[in-house]
C-alpha cells in the first residue's frame, strides 16, 4: 500500500506540473482518507494505470487527460462541495466518485450543470432506475451483489443468516438486494440490524448475532466499519462466515481486518484479477509492472475499466471535447469492448456492466475465486 501511495503522489505532481493548454480536464472527488481510503486509493490508482498509458502514446486527439483529485473525506456535504469546485474549474466531466449518498448528494448539479459524472464506484440500484441522463455507471448493482451472496449461502446449507446494514442510502440499498435473496430461497435474515454511518457502534449489535447462533453474516458498511465489526464478532467467539460487498474489495481492506481477513467471502463486479486468460486483467497487469511491479487489485480493475470508458467516450467525443458531446458520445456505445467485457449505453439505460461473482480471502490474504 506505501508503494501505492508513493506512485499516486508522483503521478499527482506530474500532472500538477504539466502544461495546462491541449489538457483535457477530468474532475474526481472521493474519500483519500476517511473509512474508505484504502479502496479509494487503489481505484484511482487502476484508473491512473490507463490514462497515464493513453497520455503516454499521444492522449486523445493529441490533447493529454488531467485528472484533477480532490478529497471529500467521505463525507457526502463535501463531495457536492468537491464536485462544484470542480465544475467551476470547467473540468469536461466528473469521474470515480465513491459512495451512495456522496454520489447523490452530487447528482443534482449534473442536471444544473450538465457535466457527466462516468463510473461512479458505487453499485446503488438509485444511479441506474431512473436514469439519470448525466450519469453513466459502469459496475454492476449492489442489489445483484447481495442477492448473489445469500443465494449462495443458502446453496452450501447456510440457513441462519444474519444481515448486517449500515444506515444510510448505500446500506438500504444493498439490503434490498439481500433481502429479494432471502425471499429467492424461502428464507429471512436470523438477525438483520443497522448501525449508524457517522458514529459505527456495532457492540449492541454482535451479542444479538451470537445469541442467534447465525452460520453467516452478511456485512453492508464500507471499510474500516465492517473490519471492527468482524473483530468484534471474533472476540465474542462467533465463527459465522463473514460475506461483504464489493465496496470493499481492495488489498487495504483485507490489511485492515488483520488475522480476522482469511475466509472471509467478498464479492466482486470485474474478472478474477490474477487470470490473465482476461483481456482487461492482462492489459492492466502489463501496465502495473511499468510502474514498479505494482499488483493489480479487484478495486484497481474497477477503476482501469472506468477509464477505458472515459477514454473511449473522449475519443468519440473529439475533435473539441465538450460536456454535451461526451454525453452524446456515451450514448452511442453499443458493445463497446473494454477488454472481454461489453459496455453499453443509451439514452434509457446507463448502466453498463452486469458482472457478479464471489472470492474468498486465502492464507496469504489475497483473493481467490
Known amino acids: 500500500m506505501k508503494q501505492i501511495v508513493r506512485w499516486v503522489a508522483a503521478a499527482a505532481c506530474a500532472v500538477a506540473s504539466a502544461a495546462a493548454i491541449g489538457q483535457i480536464r477530468i474532475g474526481q ?43 471529500d473525506k467521505f463525507e457526502p456535504a463535501l463531495a457536492a462541495e468537491n464536485a462544484r469546485k470542480l465544475i467551476d474549474q470547467g473540468v469536461v466531466a466528473l469521474f470515480l466518485t465513491r459512495g451512495t449518498p456522496h454520489t447523490q448528494a452530487i447528482m443534482p448539479l449534473l442536471t444544473q450543470y450538465k457535466v457527466p459524472l462516468i463510473g461512479p464506484s458505487t453499485g446503488a440500484m438509485a444511479l ?12 454492476a448493482t449492489y442489489q445483484r451483489e447481495a442477492e448473489r451472496a445469500v443465494r449462495h449461502l443458502s446453496l452450501i446449507g447456510m440457513d441462519r443468516i444474519a444481515l448486517i446494514q449500515v444506515d444510510d ?36 449489535i454482535i451479542p444479538k448475532i451470537v445469541k442467534s447462533e447465525a452460520q453467516a453474516v452478511i456485512f453492508i458498511g464500507s471499510g474500516n466499519m465492517v473490519a471492527d465489526g ?71 480493475l474497477e477503476g482501469y475499466a472506468a477509464a477505458k470508458v472515459l477514454v473511449e467516450g473522449l475519443r468519440r467525443a473529439s475533435p473539441g471535447v465538450t460536456r454535451e458531446k461526451l454525453k452524446a458520445a456515451l450514448e452511442t456505445f453499443k458493445r463497446v469492448d473494454i477488454g472481454g467485457l461489453e459496455v453499453s449505453y443509451s439514452t434509457s439505460d446507463h448502466s453498463g456492466l452486469d458482472y457478479a461473482d464471489l472470492s474468498i480471502v486465502g492464507e496469504d490474504g489475497k483473493f481467490k475465486r
Open 29 to 71: 472527488t472521493a474519500g483519500f482518507t476517511g473509512a474508505v481510503a484504502a479502496g479509494v486509493k487503489e481505484v484511482s490508482v487502476g484508473a491512473k494505470l490507463y490514462i497515464d498509458a493513453v497520455n503516454k502514446a499521444g492522449g486523445v486527439g493529441g490533447q493529454q487527460i488531467e485528472l484533477i483529485s480532490l478529497d
Open 128 to 139: 441506474h432506475s431512473p436514469v439519470h441522463p448525466w450519469l453513466f455507471n459502469v459496475r
Open 169 to 204: 442510502s448505500f446500506g438500504a440499498d444493498a439490503a434490498t438486494g439481500a433481502l429479494n435473496g432471502f425471499t429467492a430461497v424461502g428464507k429471512q435474515p436470523i438477525v438483520h440490524e443497522k448501525f449508524d454511518r457517522t458514529k459505527p457502534d456495532m457492540a449492541p
Open 230 to 300: 468482524v473483530k468484534l464478532l471474533r472476540n465474542a467467539g462467533s465463527r459465522a462466515q463473514v460475506v461483504t460487498l464489493s465496496n470493499n474489495a481492495s488489498s487495504g481492506f483485507v490489511k485492515s481486518l488483520g488475522d480476522n481477513a482469511r475466509g472471509t467471502v467478498v464479492s466482486q463486479v470485474f474478472p478474477y484479477e490474477r487470470s490473465l486468460s482476461a483481456p482487461i486483467v492482462k492489459e492492466a497487469t502489463e501496465f502495473a509492472h511499468e510502474h514498479g511491479g505494482i499488483e493489480v487489485t479487484p478495486a484497481m
